[in-house]
């Protein structure tokens, strides 16, 4: 029987262990210029030591004004390939597979002098108004993130990952509370995604995979739920679409119509549901924490991958105390061996 410690591969991309740290922004571009520093190169190689098979470099920029902000890293310019491949090697040299998600904030790219979306609706009252793109924009838009991913591959990542979750752009193109264009972009609220899976696609190695971050509900009055998501998954999944990380929620303040959960494993059952309706390879997210649960999603066949990100954020060691715990075997650095002797190998 599979479990947190099983070897998992898909195409290309072979990993350890089902442990994923999952894109986290840690807002420490302290130049402003979008290059990684310091900060990110220990902050993602000490988790790749720490055991971690998976580690998705956080939310990465196609244009400065994409960025939530500021300080948040970019992929518009050769000149941010270096650090990055830096911090690739790294995870390499400890045994462990880097992605990068690849996004833009769209409206909710707070530091941008005027945001851009598909629609000029503001987030909330106390958001800026952003500017509808013009039909010509959002074809050049999906130009960015077609060099972003080039410069990602030049980079040297195992796999890309696109962010169409947590109401940023590509999110807010395929949700009709945010998307109220009349233009070939509103009549098809899939077109830009699947324009940018597309463009993705041509710059990856075929034996790459694409993973796609989802928000496969959205707890605001109105927002779409499970059964619509699966629908515009399977675009995205016809589209070029390998695996999708099932998380939920970011298109609006949350209403009464519906909270997300806060007990543990609270999305596992949207990403067994979108698992099942389109037989696809997911990553799940939210509160698994806990060894044994994280070890229970993927014993009982709910996915395929489990995301660990608060509890990674505590602990970058977190791979090799689940191990611990679970009495599984995994590969611990020689430095560390006396801390771990139940698990090293």
């Not at 994280?294 to 509890?311: F, K, S």
């Amino acid at each position: 029987m599979e479990h947190l410690f099983t070897p998992y591969r898909l195409k290309s991309l072979e990993l350890k262990n089902r442990v994923v740290m999952p894109p986290m922004c840690q807002y420490s571009v302290t130049n402003k210029d979008g290059i990684a520093t310091d900060w990110h190169y220990l902050h993602y190689t000490s988790r790749a030591i720490g055991g971690t098979g998976l580690i998705i470099v956080e939310m990465t920029d196609v244009e400065p004004d994409g960025r939530i902000s500021d300080y948040d890293l970019g992929l518009w310019s050769d000149d941010h390939i270096p650090a990055l491949s830096r911090i690739v090697d790294a995870i390499h040299q400890h045994g462990s597979k880097a992605a990068i998600q690849i996004g833009h904030a769209g409206r909710k790219a707070e530091d941008a002098e005027t945001p851009v979306a598909p629609s000029a609706i503001p987030f909330d009252e106390n958001s800026k108004t952003p500017r509808a793109l013009t039909t010509e924009e959002v074809k050049q838009m999906v130009e960015k993130f077609q060099m972003a991913v080039r410069r990602a591959v030049k980079a040297g990542f195992d796999a890309i990952e696109i962010h169409g979750a947590h109401g940023y752009l590509i999110h807010q193109f395929h949700s009709p509370l945010t998307n109220q264009r009349t233009d070939e972009y509103g009549q098809d609220l899939t077109k830009f995604g699947k324009e940018v899976i597309q463009a993705a696609k041509r710059e990856m190695p075929a034996d790459m995979p694409l993973i796609m971050r989802i928000s496969a509900q959205e707890y605001v009055a109105g927002g779409y739920g499970i059964e619509e998501s699966i629908a515009f998954s399977k675009e995205y999944q016809a589209a070029g679409v390998d695996m999708f990380h099932v998380s939920a929620g970011g298109e609006g303040p949350i209403a009464a119509a519906g909270r997300p959960g806060t007990h543990a494993a609270y999305q596992v059952p949207l990403a067994r549901k979108l698992k099942e309706a389109l037989q696809v390879p997911v990553i799940a997210v939210g509160r698994l924490d806990e060894p044994s649960l994280a070890n229970a999603v993927i014993g009982n066949e709910e996915a395929d991958l489990v995301a660990v990100g608060r509890g990674m954020l505590r602990n970058p060691y977190w791979a090799l105390e689940a191990a611990t715990v679970l009495h599984k075997e995994t590969a611990i650095p020689t430095q560390y061996q006396n801390g771990f002797p139940r698990v090293s190998r």
